[in-house]
């Protein structure tokens, strides 16, 4: 028996919020796994097509130099990498959307704390992810993208930069967490595991 981890449920997305500039949230540590090379040259794609969009890296790790390094070759003005965040709640009240491109990943919390927000969620097809959005992820909130696909990233990003489709996929993460992974599904559910087991 799996019992997903619940999360706290905030007030419902009730408008569509306009952006002139997307504001892309993506966090982790600076590893291989979590496939920040990929945003990076996503972030390139995006710059040489000019789609308004401002990517936030927040995190640190062994890659940061290298990742660094990557931006500044590419002279990219639209990704800037900063330091661990002491509340990330505040930077996904100001953010338009969360990217996750890893290429591995367990059941993500931060996944479920950027929907808390209300923040359409762009995903590799990792076991956490699927487990999240299942087969059908708009519907629940997310984009899911290949893994090591910066094309794909890129696309995604300039699909929600269009207000209603953003607002679409912002209700529907919401939703998901309420339906699904609310603290009351989760006490109801460790409570039915405790009456059966008895």
Known sequence: IVIPHGFEQPPLVSSIKKSKVLKVVSAGRFV?????Y????????LQKDNIP???ELFGSGPLEAELREQINDLNLKNIQLIGWTENLHDEFREADVFCIPSLEEPFGLIIGEAMMSGLPVITTKTDGAIEIFG???EK???I???FSSPDQIKNAIQVICNDEKRYLLAKNAQDNIHTNFSLE??????????????
């Open 32 to 36: 291989a796994k979590k496939g920040f």
């Open 144 to 146: 899911y993208i290949d």
């Open 135 to 137: 087969t059908n992820p």
């Open 53 to 55: 969009a401002q990517i």
């Open 185 to 198: 599904i989760l006490s109801r559910k460790l409570r039915d595991l405790f009456e059966n087991a008895a």
């Open 38 to 45: 990929d945003l990076i040259k996503a972030a390139d794609r």
């Open 140 to 142: 629940k909130g997310g």
